[in-house]
C-alpha cells in the first residue's frame, strides 16, 4: 500500500505542477509585454537624456561666452574710468546755456525814460 499511496502522491504532485506550469506559462504573454514597454520608453528616456545633455553643454557654452563678454566691458568700464580719474575732467558749459542772471534781467521792466 505504500508503494500506491506513494504512486499517488506522485501523480498529484506531477499534476499539481502541470497546473502551477501552465498558470505560469499563461502569465509570460503579459510579463513579455511589460518587458518589451520598459525597453522602448527606456530607449525614449536615453535620447532623452542625450537631447538634454547637449542643449545643457551648448547652454554652458553660452554662459561662459556671457560672462568672457561682461568681464571684458568691465575691463572697458575701468579703463575708461582711470581715464576719466587721470584727466579730471571738469563738466564745462555749453556755450548755447544762458545765463539765469541775464534771463532773469530781461524779464524785468526797465524804467521809463520822461516823456516831454
Known amino acids: 500500500m505504500s508503494d500506491e499511496t506513494a504512486s499517488a502522491e506522485g501523480k498529484d504532485q506531477v499534476s499539481q505542477w502541470i497546473h502551477q506550469g501552465q ?37 554652458r557654452r553660452e554662459n561662459q561666452q556671457l560672462r568672457t563678454e561682461r568681464d571684458e566691458i568691465a575691463d572697458a ?3 575708461v574710468n582711470e581715464i576719466a580719474t587721470k584727466v579730471r575732467v571738469t563738466p564745462r558749459r555749453s556755450p548755447f546755456e544762458r545765463d539765469p542772471r541775464v534771463t532773469a534781467q530781461a524779464g524785468t521792466p526797465t524804467a521809463a525814460a520822461p516823456a516831454n
Open 23 to 59: 498558470q505560469i506559462l499563461a502569465l509570460l504573454p503579459g510579463m513579455l509585454e511589460q518587458t518589451e514597454r520598459g525597453r522602448a520608453r527606456s530607449a525614449e528616456v536615453e535620447v532623452e537624456i542625450e537631447r538634454l545633455r547637449h542643449e545643457v553643454a551648448e547652454l
Open 77 to 79: 568700464f575701468a579703463s
